[in-house]
Structure formats: C-alpha cells, structure tokens
C-alpha cells in the first residue's frame, strides 16, 4: 500500500509518500479501505516528536488518529461490521506507528462505527477524534438543561464540534471566542461570538449580564484563555481544558479523546441527523500531507482540514 510515512522527527519535510507492507490485521479488527484522514494538531506533535515521552513511536511512522472508509476484511472475532461497511473513527493505539495518512488500516472495533449515509466521507473524517474530544470533556464538567458554557477558540476544529454538541446537551446559551472573520460562522451555529485577548473578561460579563458569569469554560488553546477562566465561571470545577494540565492547579479537569464506542455511535447519530455538522476547511490528496501540515501549523483554520485518499 502506499502511506505518508516517516523515518525521523521533524519539520513537515519528513513527511514522505512511501510503498509499505498491507497492514495484517488481528483477529479482532477491521481492515479498513481509506477514504478520508482527518488532520489533527495531534498529528504535528506527533511527527516532531512530542509524544515520544509518553507513548512508544516506531519507525517507518505513518501518522493519523482519524479515518474514514470502506471495510475490505474483518477479523473472525468481530461483531458489528461486514465487509463493505462504510465506517469511521478514532484510531489511537497505544504504540505510534500504523497511523490513517494511508491506503489501508487495521482498525479497532472500538475506535470504529458506522458512517451516517449522509455524510461526505471528508466529513465523517474529520469528526471521530474532534467530536470525541470535544462530548468527553463536555459531560466531564456535566453540561446539561439550562447552563451557559464558553468555548475558547471556537471556530477551530474541536471548538466548533463543542459548541454544537453542547446546545445537543441541553445548553441554554453558548458563547465563542474567535477573531472577528469567524464571528459570522459561529452565529451560523448557534453560537454568540466574543473577541479574545485581554478584554475578554470584561467583554463576556457585558454579553452575559447579571452577575457576568458563565456555567462552564471549554478551553481549547491554553495560556491566557485558560488563565482567564476562573474569573468567568461560578465554579471553577467546571472549567475543563483539552490542551492544558494546568487546569488541575485551578481546580478544572483535564480532558483527552477515548476511542469509545458508544461515543462514536452518538456522534454519528448526531452528525447523521445534522444535529452536528463537521465544517471541511480544506482537503489536500493524501500525497500533499506536508501542505496540510503546513496550512493547520498557520492556526487560522475553520473547522477541519482533511486529507483525501
């Protein structure tokens, strides 16, 4: 099969189209047939090196934690797909190696469901690890009937998941940081846009009232914006941070995505009945990873962007 693969840690230049082995797949997985590969922040950590630390990497390495695709074969021990399933996921191992940027992949079962026949296989490739990430931390903080939850940086691609899956929730209001060309989007869905930087305590108790508060902080860029957040919640055990562990210091939660099953069958119910749309910035041939790469480390993305197989 061919896959984006690399021998080293470093810029977008490692990225490197290759000629590798089919994947064997074990009793208990799906070999899927690739369509689509979303492009995660994730993934740049990955390929300079970053999880190192944390998670075992082996070289050739192809990145990727999402897919979307066709099964080819499954396992005699697995339930619930056949082959000529469409499906997606989120494809976190606990080694680094056999990522989605390619042809094939050996996909768990339960980092795997169906793809909703109404979605684009770019979008249903760019929703599992973003729309994970964003339902996990949401129900982390207990979102539900009647709270106002801030989201920070909300045009980006777990942000603009997060405010649609929280209203999904029962959210009452949801406000959204972002500069002022994504303002527009984000009313598009639902959403009351504020401007970041350092008015911005001041700037959400206006658009609040009352007593300037908000019920839950969604913080998906750190720094300032996280610092920023216990003086914009009532409790501050409801500020939860994707990118940041030190919430914990003030008193928030730290989220990251689980490949869940029954999670990925609710988004896909969701996105299925258009209750969460996956907005595709951009796609680029599985070939020009590099540029998208390049394009995501820019930080001006809406929404996802997607590599095409």
């Not at 690739?34 to 990955?46: E, K, M, S, T, Y």
């Not at 897919?67 to 697995?78: F, K």
């Not at 069958?265 to 796609?283: H, M, N, P």
């Amino acid at each position: 099969m061919k896959a984006i693969a690399q021998t080293e840690f470093g810029d977008a230049d490692v990225l490197v189209m290759r000629e590798l082995p089919d994947p064997p797949i074990a009793l208990d997985q799906v070999l899927v047939e690739v369509r689509a590969a979303g492009v995660n922040p994730v993934d740049r950590l990955v390929r300079m090196g970053y999880v190192a630390s944390t998670t075992p990497c082996h070289f050739p390495l192809i990145p990727g934690w999402d897919v979307a695709g066709v099964v080819r074969a499954v396992g005699p021990a697995v339930d619930g797909f056949a082959v000529g399933d469409e499906v997606f996921g989120y494809q976190r191992k606990d080694h680094v190696q056999h990522g989605t940027y390619a042809q094939l992949v050996a996909a768990t079962e339960r980092g795997l469901a169906h793809k909703p026949a109404s979605l684009s296989f770019e979008e249903a490739g760019g929703l599992a690890l973003t729309g994970l990430t964003a339902l996990q931390a949401l129900r982390k903080v207990g979102v539900s009937s009647g709270d106002t939850v801030l989201v920070h940086a909300a045009a980006g691609g777990v942000g603009h998941l997060a405010v649609q899956v929280a209203r999904v929730l029962g959210a009452s209001r949801v406000i959204g940081t972002a500069s002022p060309r994504n303002h527009d989007f984000l009313r598009s869905l639902g959403v009351e846009p504020v401007s970041y930087g350092d008015a911005l305590v001041n700037n959400v108790a206006e658009l609040v009232g009352g007593d300037g508060k908000v019920d839950v902080a969604f913080d998906c860029v750190g720094g300032a914006a996280l610092n920023d957040s216990p003086a914009l919640v009532r409790d501050p055990a409801r500020i939860v941070s994707i990118v940041d562990t030190n919430v914990l210091e003030l008193g928030g939660r730290y989220a990251y995505a689980k490949p869940v099953r029954a999670d990925l069958d609710w988004l896909a119910e969701q996105a299925g009945s258009g209750a969460v749309k996956v907005e595709v910035q951009q796609t680029f041939p599985l070939e020009q990873a590099a540029d998208a790469h390049r394009l995501l480390e820019g930080r001006h993305v809406r929404g996802k962007v997607v590599l095409t197989v």
